[in-house]
């Protein structure tokens, strides 16, 4: 029997979060949104939306494979 090792819960980041993450104002993060540049959020209930952090982060580093 192996052992069963806890993993870290996913941090969800709010639009702040996002926006300090990516350093993208939150009209740009909407725009790029529409035209399918950007993640969708994923809704928690009717009023509250979250982005994963590691889909934010995966978002980062191929913006940045991308640019070079």
């Not at 090792?5 to 969800?12: D, F, G, K, M």
């Not at 996002?18 to 949104?33: E, H």
């Not at 509250?48 to 590691?54: D, L, Q, V």
Request: glycine fraction near 4%; charge should be positive.
């Amino acid at each position: 029997i192996l052992p069963v090792t806890p993993t870290a819960p996913e941090n969800l980041l709010n639009i702040k979060g996002v926006m300090a993450r990516t350093a993208l104002s939150k009209s740009g993060i909407y725009q790029m949104m529409a035209r399918g540049d950007f993640p969708r959020p994923l809704r928690i209930s009717h009023k509250c939306a979250r982005w994963p952090a590691s889909i934010v982060d995966r978002w980062i580093a191929e913006a940045i494979a991308r640019a070079a």
